[in-house]
């Protein structure tokens, strides 16, 4: 087994971990950007088409 597979396996596994963060944080913004658009209909009664 040579060290070489090990350090491009660990970089592989870094990436997919860098990834999983970044989805992860899109999916956060998603929630948040939803919430808000739902409270601020609810609060205008205004239909969600208008803040888009």
Same mark, same amino acid.
Request: no cysteine; net charge positive; charged share 25%.
């Given at each position: /087994? =040579? ?10 596994? =870094? ?10 944080? /899109? ?5 948040? &950007? ?5 409270? =601020?209909?609810?609060?205008?009664? &205004?239909? =969600?088409?208008?803040?888009?």
């Amino acid at each position: /087994m =040579s060290h070489s597979r090990v350090r491009r396996a660990g970089s592989r596994v =870094s990436a997919v971990a860098a990834a999983e963060v970044r989805v992860r944080g /899109m999916l956060r913004w998603l929630a948040r &950007a939803v919430e808000e658009s739902r409270d =601020s209909s609810v609060t205008r009664h &205004a239909p =969600s088409a208008a803040n888009v």
